[in-house]
T-cell receptor, first 112, second 117 residues
Framework: ELKVEQNPLFLSMQEGKNYTIYCNYS?????LYWYRQDPGKSLESLFV?????AVKQEGRLMASLDTKARLSTLHITAAVHDLSATYFC????????????FGTGTRLTIIP | NAGVTQTPKFQVLKTGQSMTLQCAQD?????MSWYRQDPGMGLRLIHY???????DQGEVPNGYNVSRSTTEDFPLRLLSAAPSQTSVYFC????????????????FGEGSRLTVL
């Protein structure tokens, strides 16, 4: 059974600081996704990481994937209040399986 | 663009009642799925479908039923609601990844918040 663990579960950080969210998964995976969810809202796709060593960046967020370590990171640079949200990683087991296993989420709060 | 549309957005049921959560997408996506979101547990897959007439169980299927008669619609039925089914339900869809280059990312509806008393 695939297990996906995120840490930390809660993160409170000051504006302007850098931090990293970690996503570990227990079995070999085809690809990994990062989603953002604002309170009471739907999930929005941020990144799709397709292969080992993949790195994607959008604004102050950068995601990377190490399939050998079964680890993905979401790095936040110079945090701003707008980044406050819950971030989920999700892992697909095998190509064409179309089933994602989600992590428990990291609730990020940016403090002015 | 409507994307993925879920109805109702809010619903309160009594234990034992049945109801159907509706999900429709206008992106011609073959893959559709239902997740439930509970505090501290992320999203868990209930049922999914890879095309009209084809459905399969996910991680937590008990107490739920689905059917897929058209590409656009994927309703989720609660047969006899229980308090443990109090949750936020998300429907999602994606295009089939017929080759490795397709991303397969899910597009989510706005969610349906269900309370079972």
């Amino acid at each position: 059974e695939l297990k996906v663990e995120q840490n930390p579960l809660f993160l409170s950080m000051q504006e302007g600081k850098n931090y990293t969210i970690y996503c570990n998964y227990s079995t070999t995976s085809d690809r990994l996704y990062w989603y953002r969810q604002d309170p009471g809202k739907s999930l929005e796709s941020l990144f799709v990481l397709l292969s080992n060593g993949a790195v994607k960046q959008e604004g102050r967020l950068m995601a990377s994937l190490d399939t050998k370590a079964r680890l993905s990171t979401l790095h936040i640079t110079a945090a701003v209040h707008d980044l406050s949200a819950t971030y989920f990683c999700a892992v697909e087991i095998t190509f064409g399986n179309e089933k994602l296993t989600f992590g428990t989420g990291t609730r990020l709060t940016i403090i002015p | 663009n409507a994307g993925v549309t879920q109805t109702p957005k809010f619903q309160v049921l009594k234990t034992g009642q049945s109801m159907t959560l509706q999900c429709a997408q206008d992106m011609n996506h073959e893959y559709m799925s239902w997740y439930r979101q509970d505090p501290g547990m992320g999203l868990r897959l209930i049922h999914y479908s890879v095309g009209a007439g084809i459905t399969d169980q996910g991680e937590v299927p008990n107490g739920y039923n689905v059917s897929r008669s058209t590409t656009e619609d994927f309703p989720l039925r609660l047969l006899s609601a229980a308090p443990s089914q109090t949750s936020v339900y998300f429907c999602a869809s994606s295009s089939p990844r017929t080759d490795y280059a397709n991303t397969g990312e899910l597009f989510f509806g706005e969610g349906s918040r269900l309370t079972v008393l």
